[in-house]
């Protein structure tokens, strides 16, 4: 997920670059805890997942 982020963070800002990509992602994680009504990923579940209607996960081999 962070892969390439990191990445330009680097290539355009060097450590702080870095740091401001992992911020930013890090604010991003925390504003949809909050807006799910959850204080940590831990309190996570299966049942906050939404799965639409018909999809099925692809069969690995």
């Known amino acids: 997920m962070i892969g ?15 740091e401001n990509v992992l911020d930013v992602l890090r604010m991003g994680i925390d504003s949809n805890l909050m807006g799910m009504g959850k204080s940590s990923i ?20």
């Open 4 to 18: 390439r982020a990191y990445l330009w963070g680097l290539a355009a800002n060097g450590q702080a670059g870095v």
């Open 42 to 61: 831990s309190e996570l579940s299966p049942d906050d997942l939404v799965i639409a209607d018909g999809f099925s996960p692809p069969v690995r081999d």
